[in-house]
Structures are given as structure tokens and as C-alpha cells.
């Protein structure tokens, strides 16, 4: 069981002083919103939660929070529902008719893809929705590295984006994070975790970009390679950005 949150003043420059500049610089959260985290049982969008729920308690903002779980297969959700009952979170779940390909090249991304339908069919009645994903500055890395290796192109997901034909805003609270950071204030917390795997977790191209990146992380050991990258996407100088000339 999950003990009750309490303040610390540790967790300041531990991690909420940079999800807050997250959330302030990207216009994240408005004052009355309520965040509906998207929990997938993992030590990320378990952590999320855990962060956000201390943030409604002892920071400025002022918000509602809800988890929603998408399931892909008949697993038990338990541990996830008992979770938020500690935090006092109201937890809705959808079920992911038919999941992706097993001989799909990319089946996390289809997979990504058909949770967000999933949960924008779930947010439907809202006006507007804020989604809270537990991506953070390691993903962003991989993606970066993913998009300019495989796909020849720069780029990476961005803090805060509008989904297209719904009112539904997806936001990103610990883009400034490192894994490393959340993945010792999940033990820290002593958070549980949902006992299933992903099937295409072992195997996908995620994986050996998520390995180059520790690699990476390993020597830039001062400041970290992932926030380095997070920095320099924040502070692209556009006037060396290659374009056509006529």
C-alpha cells in the first residue's frame, strides 16, 4: 500500500521545481482543468501520477486529476485501481478492441496510436481534455535519435500538442526529467507496478535506442545526455538550419 503524501521539501529540487517550469513554460495546466493521466501500469505514468498528485496538494496549481488505462488484453488491473483509491483519484478504463500486427514493423507506434483513439473515445463528452503522458527526457532523446538515424529527419515529440479533429490536449509534465529520476522516486515511494509485459517490449526498435541512449547518458555523466538533447531542441539556432536557397 501506498503511504499518504506528505510534504517534503527534498522533492522541490528533486523534481518539482522542473516539472512546474515545464508545466508554466508549455502552458500545460489552467487553473479548474482536470488532468487525466494516462496510466499504463508502467514506472512512468505511475510516477506521473504520484508527482501530480503532490503538485495538487502543495504547489499553486489548482486542478483535478482522473487516471485512464486502455487494456490490450485480459489482465488484471488491481493493482492499478487500489492505487488510485489510495491517491483518491477516480480511475476510468476502455478496452483495446483489436491490438496491432504482430508482423507490423512498427507495432508500438500502431499500438500508441490505437490507445490514443481509444482514450479520445473515452474523452469524447469533455469539451476539452488534457492527457497527461509519462514521457520524459530520456524518450524524447530516443525519439530524436530514432527520427534523425531511421527517418533522416530532426525532430522529436513535442511538451504539449493538440490532437487533430478532437478537443483532446496531450501533455508531457516531466519532458525535464531523467529516467533515472523517476525511476528512484518510484522506489523511493515505493509505487507498485501492473505485473504485465508488453510482448513487443523485448524486441522493438525502441529498445536499442532506449540502450544507446543509457550508453550515451553513462558518459555525459555531469548533466545528463538526454537533457542535453531536451536543451539543445528548446535552443535550435535556426539561422544554421540548412534550407532551400533560391
Known amino acids: 500500500m501506498v503511504e499518504p503524501i506528505v510534504y517534503n521539501r527534498n522533492f522541490s529540487k528533486w523534481f518539482a521545481k522542473d516539472v512546474l517550469r515545464a508545466i508554466k513554460k508549455y502552458h500545460m495546466i489552467r487553473e479548474g482543468d482536470t488532468v487525466h493521466v494516462a496510466l499504463s501500469g508502467g514506472k512512468d505514468s505511475m510516477t506521473l501520477l504520484y508527482i501530480l498528485s503532490y503538485l495538487r496538494q502543495f504547489s499553486y496549481l489548482q486542478f483535478e486529476l482522473e487516471a485512464l488505462h486502455v487494456k490490450t488484453t485480459d489482465y488484471d488491473t488491481t493493482v492499478m485501481q487500489a492505487y488510485c483509491r489510495n491517491l483518491g483519484v477516480p480511475y476510468l478504463e ?3 478492441r483489436k491490438g496491432p500486427d504482430p508482423e507490423e514493423d512498427q507495432p508500438c507506434y500502431i499500438c500508441s496510436r490505437l490507445k490514443r483513439g481509444a482514450l479520445s473515445e473515452l474523452l469524447k463528452q469533455q469539451r476539452e481534455s488534457r492527457v497527461a503522458y ?3 527526457a530520456d524518450d524524447a532523446a530516443e525519439t530524436f535519435l530514432m527520427n534523425m538515424i531511421q527517418n533522416r529527419k530532426l525532430g522529436s515529440f513535442s511538451p504539449r500538442v493538440s490532437v487533430a479533429g478532437h478537443p483532446m490536449v496531450i501533455i508531457r509534465p516531466m519532458i525535464y526529467l531523467a529516467e533515472e529520476t ?6 523511493y515511494a515505493s509505487l507498485p507496478l501492473l505485473d504485465y509485459r508488453c510482448p513487443h517490449e523485448a ?25 542535453r ?3 539543445a531542441i528548446e535552443n535550435i539556432d535556426r539561422t544554421n538550419i540548412w534550407s532551400d536557397v533560391e
Open 182 to 187: 523517476i525511476r528512484r522516486l518510484h522506489a
Open 229 to 231: 538533447v531536451v536543451d
Open 203 to 227: 524486441t522493438g526498435l525502441r529498445k536499442e535506442f532506449k540502450e544507446r541512449v543509457a550508453g550515451l547518458d553513462a558518459y555525459f555523466n555531469t548533466t545528463g545526455f538526454s537533457r
Open 94 to 96: 476502455a478496452v483495446l
Open 134 to 136: 509519462g514521457h520524459h
